[in-house]
C-alpha cells in the first residue's frame, strides 16, 4: 500500500482508504458482525484512512467504527464528518452554528469511543451560517484536543474561497470518478496552489464501476441508487457498456475493474487518497491491491481515450420542491423538502420545483421560462 501526506498536515493515509455509507445501510441492510469484520480486514491489510460520518445510518456507522478500532486506534487515521444533523423526521439538515458543530464532535466521540479525531470534516456548506462562526468553532476544538486537523467536504470554488479567507484547512472531501470530473476544472487546482489534500468519495459511483450489476439489476428497499438517475434508463445502460469496453484493458494490466477505476483515481494529479465503500471484507481485499502504485501517464492516457469515445450521457439533475426562502450571509437560501439548505437563484420562491445537481448541490440557473 502507498501512503500520502494529506495536505500541510503530519496525517500520512493509505491512497486506498475505507469510507462507510454502506456500512451506515445507505445500499440495503448490512449486519454489524460483517461491518466489523469489513472495517478489521482493511486494517490488516493496510488501510489507515477511514472515513465516516455522524449522519451515516443516523450514528450506526460511527458506532460500528468506534467498536472495530477500539483495541487498534493507533493504527488509524480516523476521520468523520459533521454540521448535518438530523430532524425529528430523521431528515438530514445542514446546520454549521458554533453550538451545533460542538455538539456534534461530542456526539461523535462517545460512537467513536475515542478522545480525539484527526480529520474533521465540515459535511456540507451551510448557508445560513457564516463560515466565520463555524471556523472559529473548529478552533476552538482544536485547540481543546478533541480533533487534531480541520477539513471541508462538498465545497466547491466559490465556497472553498470564501472558507479559506477566513480558516485553514488540511483536506477537501469532493465526488470524483469516471463520469463526475468536475474538479479538474478549478477544485483540483485551487488545492494543488493551496497545499490542500482531495479526498476522492464515490469513486466507484456507489458500486456501478464495480464491474457487478447488469441491465436487470435491482435496488431494494432503502438502497438510494433506486433514486438516482445514473441508474436508470439510457443511462446506465451506457454505463454498462464503457464498463464492457474497459475489462479488457483491466485484464491487459492484470487487475479487476474495480482496481482499474480505483487506480485511475489515485493517478490523476492533485488527488490525494480515495475512498470506496465497502460492505464485504472480499470488496476490501479487491479494491486495496488498487493502491499498490500509480498509473503511468502512458496507461492514464489510454484509459482517458477509452473514456472520451464511449460519450456516456451524465444524468444527475433531480427534482426538488423548495418549501421555505430566506436570506443567508452569502446570499438567497432556499430550504427543501429533503431537509437540506442550498444556495438559489434569485427567481426561486418557496412552492417553487427546481433541478439540483446531485454532484454538486447546484441549482439551474434558469427557471425554465
Not at 482508504?17 to 478489521?40: D, M, N
Not at 503511468?296 to 444524468?315: N, P
Request: some cysteine.
Amino acid at each position: 500500500m502507498e501512503y500520502r501526506t494529506l495536505g500541510r498536515s503530519d496525517l500520512r493515509v493509505s491512497v486506498i482508504g475505507l469510507g462507510t455509507l454502506a456500512i451506515g445501510g445507505a445500499y440495503g441492510p448490512v449486519g454489524e458482525g460483517q461491518a466489523l469484520a469489513t472495517i478489521r480486514r482493511a486494517l490488516d491489510l493496510g488501510v489507515n484512512f477511514i472515513d465516516t460520518s455522524d449522519n451515516y445510518g443516523l450514528g450506526r456507522a460511527e458506532e460500528i467504527v468506534g467498536k472495530a478500532i477500539q483495541s487498534r486506534r493507533d493504527q488509524v487515521v480516523l476521520a468523520t464528518k459533521g454540521g448535518t444533523p438530523w430532524d425529528e423526521r430523521g431528515r438530514i439538515t445542514n446546520d454549521c452554528r458554533a453550538g451545533t458543530i460542538i455538539e456534534a464532535v461530542e456526539a461523535s466521540l462517545r460512537r467513536l469511543r475515542t478522545d480525539y479525531i484527526d480529520l474533521y470534516q465540515i459535511h456540507l456548506p451551510d448557508p445560513e451560517t457564516p463560515f466565520e462562526e463555524t471556523a472559529l468553532a473548529l478552533e476552538q476544538l482544536r485547540k481543546a484536543g478533541k480533533i487534531r486537523y480541520v477539513g471541508l467536504s462538498n465545497f466547491w470554488t466559490e465556497e472553498l474561497e470564501a472558507w479559506l479567507s477566513v480558516g485553514e484547512i488540511v483536506s477537501n472531501q469532493m465526488p470524483y470518478n469516471f463520469l463526475h470530473r468536475d474538479i479538474e476544472g478549478k477544485i483540483l487546482p485551487l488545492c494543488w496552489e493551496r497545499k490542500i489534500g482531495v479526498i476522492a468519495y464515490t469513486p466507484l459511483l456507489m458500486g456501478l464501476f464495480a464491474g457487478k450489476l447488469t441491465p436487470d439489476s435491482q435496488f431494494g428497499q432503502g438502497d438510494h441508487r433506486a433514486a438516482y438517475p445514473q441508474f436508470q434508463g439510457e443511462a446506465f445502460r451506457q454505463s454498462l457498456r464503457l464498463i464492457e469496453r474497459l475489462r479488457p484493458l483491466a485484464e491487459e494490466f492484470g487487475l479487476t475493474l474495480a482496481q482499474l477505476v480505483l487506480r485511475w483515481v489515485i493517478s490523476r494529479p492533485g488527488v490525494t487518497c480515495a475512498i470506496p465503500g465497502a460492505k464485504h471484507p472480499e470488496q476490501v481485499e479487491d479494491n486495496v491491491r488498487a493502491g499498490e502504485k500509480s498509473f503511468a501517464e502512458e496507461e492514464l492516457e489510454r484509459i482517458d481515450g477509452i473514456l472520451e469515445a464511449a460519450s456516456v450521457e451524465v444524468s444527475r439533475g433531480m427534482p426538488m420542491k423548495v418549501v421555505e426562502v430566506c436570506s443567508g450571509p452569502r446570499g438567497k437560501v432556499g430550504l427543501l423538502a429533503m431537509g437540506i439548505k442550498v444556495g438559489v437563484p434569485d427567481w426561486v420562491e418557496a412552492g417553487v420545483v427546481v433541478q439540483m445537481d446531485i454532484v454538486t448541490g447546484q441549482i439551474a440557473e434558469t427557471d425554465g421560462g
